[in-house]
């Protein structure tokens, strides 16, 4: 495990990247590998990423993020998503996805989609929004992990306005609401965050042991 | 990346583990290193890690648990808390840190602190709670990507009675609220579980790519 611990000690939030240097197809295809493997509540993935690499739409998103560099110097953007729309509906075709990658028929499911269901049904759609954006959070924590162990570098940003960010990506229709994005790409020499000691609680603070 | 994207193929939520293989001492204390190196918002850890190895005490939380084995048989559970309490008490503490590992003075944090002050007094006690729990998601997708890759097997809950467990673990006095938990040991050859087909969407479902 040190490994990961000293990937995971070296990375920090980047606040400028190297803008001429770009991620390949290769390595999104490996992120993007990486968060569709994430752990989530009964296996649902109640959420969905934006992958972003258009200049001129980080320039569009720039505005509604504070300005931050990150935005515009990042080689890539992966906004994660709530799904708003879990319902019966969602939960039908998660089943029919169950049944065909497992070949079991909707019939063995029974005992599962009543589950499935009886979680959907008793909750808010408030509630449900707050339970999907956990689990897109499980993404990111997986995605800073994997991109720190792999040598890109990656800032985690909340600082942003999510419906500015809905109406530049169109995403009302989708029922998608923005929670988060990481910015991957290469840091630059000249980021002076880059120096800084990494500021954390001892373990005494932040476990409890029995 | 490869290897890491191999790591997670191979993981999977454990239900039965082999209650005769224990994770060591140092084992745990990497596993609380990668925790505690997760990154947060506004670098905050918002939350509380709870370690539970004793039996009795696992015992104790079972019935609590839907009565599911990975309760008793796991080797360690690490049970992520919100913190309740952020407030000033809290931002001033963190500053506090800030200046002691960075070897700043408080003055030249006045800026900082007024950001990070502003964040917290402008949220509701809901709203924070909401936040914090985002933020130990972020260390949740950590340790299961960290553990995957070395060779742990663990298996994320949200499945157990939060108000029973703060009784248990007698955390009420501590303002820490029961999230979701991790169990984490080596999974039993007799764990059905093990060789079901991954569920995942197609790639064109979880992503859009401008």
């Given at each position: 495990m040190k490994p990961i611990i000293e990937a995971l000690k070296n990375r920090y939030a980047v606040k400028l990247f190297d803008d001429s240097k770009k991620l390949t197809v290769e390595q999104i295809e490996d992120l993007k590998a990486v968060v569709n493997l994430t752990a989530s509540s009964l296996g649902m993935q109640p959420y969905r990423v934006v992958i972003i690499e258009n200049?001129?739409?980080?320039?569009?998103?720039k505005p509604h993020a504070y300005d931050q560099a990150q935005i515009t110097t990042a080689s890539h953007l992966f906004l994660f998503c709530a799904h708003q729309q879990i319902d019966n509906a969602y939960v039908d075709d998660y089943m029919n996805l169950i049944s065909e990658i497992r070949h079991q028929s909707r019939e063995s499911l029974k005992g599962y989609e009543s589950m499935v269901s009886s979680f959907v049904n008793s909750r808010t759609k408030e509630e449900l929004e707050v339970w999907a954006s956990k689990q897109a959070y499980i993404g990111i924590g997986n995605l800073l992990t994997s991109a720190a162990i792999a040598g890109i570098d990656a800032c985690p940003m909340e600082g942003f306005d999510p419906q500015a960010f809905k109406e530049v990506l169109n995403l009302d229709k989708m029922n998608l609401q923005p929670l988060a994005l990481v910015a991957l790409g290469?840091?630059?020499?000249?980021d002076k965050y880059a120096k800084l000691a990494k500021v954390r609680r001892s373990n005494d603070t932040m476990f409890m042991q029995f």
């Open positions: 200049q001129k739409i980080k320039e569009a998103l290469y840091k630059s020499p000249e």
